[in-house]
């Protein structure tokens, strides 16, 4: 975890965040805002946001408080920050990791005026997760109110028409390993059931309603700076499915 964290940091001290389109970016591509998980803030998903730039993306590396506020008020704080910066009637694509996908799906459903292009979440527990059930009962704090309508599986569904892809790790590297793999053994779970990595099960990524999903063998924070990841995000926001030829050949690679 130190590692992945120091090269994280690495990354975002190379090169400043970017709170707006690049110079470099192709017109005709819908901007691209991305949204971080819980305990996390906007740095974190520099890497990504530099890996998307490079092949032609504009991004924005959306804050939000992810203990302190509901879900509501992350939707409400994306859409007041669009309403200052963004052309409602430009499309824009939203990538989200972990809570940052829950926080596109509560925003989808609550400011459906936007224009959306194409979503897509990075081991984000669309149908709830189990580690923040048993850190809500044990330590409800280091959840905050990121539980409630969010990780608890509650979330708003998604909207009709969206295009979403997932992407889900299965290398398990983490602190949140120690409580799946003690449910792991308490619900007798057995492979591929007991997936997941490092923080949230591959079962919890799966939505029926997404377009497509995908599982690569990344850990639940080397996913923000694991290059499969970003060319697998940067394919669906351009064709709207994973690119299958290349995640044969990523599930030969260690992050």
Known sequence: IFKLNCLIIREYLLSKPKPSPTSSAQPSRPFVVLIHGLHQKAWIMQPLAKQLQSRGFATHQHNY????DSIDK???????????????????????????????????????????????????????????????????????????????????????????????????H????????????????SHPQCEHDGTVYVFETKLATATDHITLPVSHTGMLINQAVAEQTAYFLDHGMFKRAAIKKASNKKL
Request: charged share 15%.
């Open 65 to 68: 408080y992810s203990l302190r």
């Open 74 to 172: 992350h939707s409400a704080a994306l859409n007041n920050w669009l309403l200052d910066n963004h052309d409602p009637y430009i499309p824009i694509n939203l990538v989200g990791q972990s809570l940052g996908g829950l926080v596109i799906r509560d925003f989808i459903a609550r400011f459906p005026q936007w224009k959306i292009a194409r979503c897509v979440t990075l081991g984000t527990p669309h149908n709830g997760s189990t580690t923040a059930k048993y850190v809500n009962k044990l330590l409800s704090p280091l959840v905050g109110k990121s539980y409630k309508n969010a990780l608890d599986g509650q979330n708003a569904p998604l909207k009709k028409g969206i295009s979403l892809g997932v992407i889900a790790g299965n290398t398990p």
């Open 174 to 189: 983490g602190l949140g390993q120690i409580v799946l793999n003690y449910h792991n053994q308490k619900s007798k779970l």
